[in-house]
């Protein structure tokens, strides 16, 4: 996935469901209602998740990220009787070769 920074990394082990030679990722896009914060990947059998970005940047444990999250607390879990808190220096990031457009696996 990559930001306006750089390109990240999340490793298929991560996802879950996981996909997997019977059950590959068939199809994966910008998700409209979270764009352009998260991607949302299909898999053959029909099933679909989303990843949202503040997911890769823990993972590749992002500096700006951990020091947000270190200072404004969270953003992964809701605080209690409120709406959930949108990470602060959230960032946009486009899947595929090329930009813009979906990204088919083969």
């Known amino acids: 996935m990559a930001t306006a920074k750089t390109w990240f990394l999340h490793p298929f082990a991560k996802l879950d469901p996981r996909p997997s030679p019977g059950d590959p990722i068939v199809k994966v896009r910008v998700d409209k209602g979270l764009a352009p914060e998260a991607v ?20 590749n444990k992002d500096p700006d990220f951990l020091r947000d999250r270190l200072l404004y607390g969270s953003p992964l879990k809701p605080r209690s009787g409120s709406r959930p808190a949108r990470y602060p220096g959230a960032r946009s990031f486009a899947v595929s070769a090329r930009r813009g457009q979906s990204a088919t696996a083969s």
């Open 40 to 59: 949302t990947y299909a898999q053959a059998s029909g099933r679909e998740r989303t990843v949202h970005i503040e997911q890769v940047l823990e993972y």
